[in-house]
């Protein structure tokens, strides 16, 4: 269970939306939902990436090198 709070314009048009459409305002929210949880995870993930390169805790890898490793240079 979830409960958010939305501003008035955007709980609005969820309100239109749900009408015309026959739908749950809760469906176009758990929609909504599913469609941007992956690049969140993504985004904090780089941001962690990033940290830890900033810190020095990981190493990178140059691209000419992934590419000579992986067989994929012209």
């Known amino acids: ?3 958010i709070r939305l501003p008035d314009e955007v709980e ?10 026959g739908r749950t305002k809760s469906f176009y ?5 599913l469609e941007h949880l992956d690049d969140l995870e993504d985004l904090y ?5 990033l940290i830890d390169i900033r810190v ?3 190493q990178t890898v140059p691209l ?6 992986y067989d994929l240079e012209d």
């Open 12 to 21: 609005s048009r969820l309100e239109a939306l749900a009408k015309a459409t």
């Open 56 to 58: 020095r805790n990981t």
């Open 45 to 49: 993930l780089a941001e962690q990436r």
């Open 1 to 3: 269970m979830l409960a």
């Open 29 to 33: 929210a758990r929609e909504a939902i």
């Open 64 to 69: 000419e090198e992934v590419m000579r490793r």
